[in-house]
């Protein structure tokens, strides 16, 4: 079970990574929001990754899911970093960096994370960014389906695993401050001297 619930939390790093609503942020008066600059903005999300059979009728787990999202150049770039507790209490949290870099004035963009573990496309629906679709190869093997939108409450993705161990993935993301953001991820690391 314990390498069962292992190779989830990796699959949901990497699904999250690849999550969110690599989007503009929509106007929050008073949310989460913060740098001053329109094309440099960051915003924080946290909330819930859910595991299921492919089928969406079988549940296998859930996990925390904290998220960072930096934009600059105007929307061309975004950097996601999503952070997720360790598979054990003692265990460090999981941290996987993925980028997104715009193709021209398009509204597709290359995605791949730092440890070159998936590269694809995000494809936007809509000039706003708050509706797109996945198509992620996984460097194991498999890709990553789906879709996701970002309203001012937050993240909702619906994404679909196949390969080795096909499964459905929901998550639902909440915006919060970057104060909340910092003490989410400082719950998830393990107690002071169990590293």
């Known amino acids: 079970m314990e390498v069962f619930k292992t190779g989830l939390m990796i699959i949901a790093a990497a699904l999250t990574a690849c999550a969110g609503a690599m989007a503009l942020p929509a106007k929050q008066p008073g949310g989460p929001v913060s740098g001053g600059k329109a094309e440099n ?8 990754v859910l595991f299921f059979s492919p089928d969406g009728k079988l549940p296998y787990g859930s996990g925390d899911s904290a998220v960072r999202r930096e934009i600059s150049n105007g929307g061309a770039r975004i950097i996601e ?28 963009y290359d995605a791949s994370d730092s440890g070159g573990t998936f590269s694809g496309t995000v494809a936007f629906k809509d000039p706003g960014l708050t509706d797109w679709t996945y198509n992620i190869k996984l460097k194991a093997g498999g890709s ?3 879709a996701g939108s ?7 993705t619906e994404k679909q ?3 080795v161990r ?14 909340e953001y910092k003490m989410r991820v400082n719950d998830m690391r393990p107690p002071a001297g169990a590293e």
């Open 144 to 146: 990553i389906t789906g």
């Open 166 to 179: 096909p499964m459905s993935v929901k998550e639902d993301l909440k915006a919060v401050s970057e104060k």
């Open 81 to 108: 970093t999503v952070t997720q507790p360790g598979s054990g209490h003692s265990m460090r949290p999981k941290e996987i960096v993925t980028t997104l870099k715009r193709r021209k004035k398009t509204l597709v």
């Open 161 to 163: 695993l196949a390969g």
């Open 41 to 48: 903005v960051t915003t924080y999300y946290y909330g819930q």
């Open 150 to 156: 970002l309203s001012p409450e937050g993240i909702k």
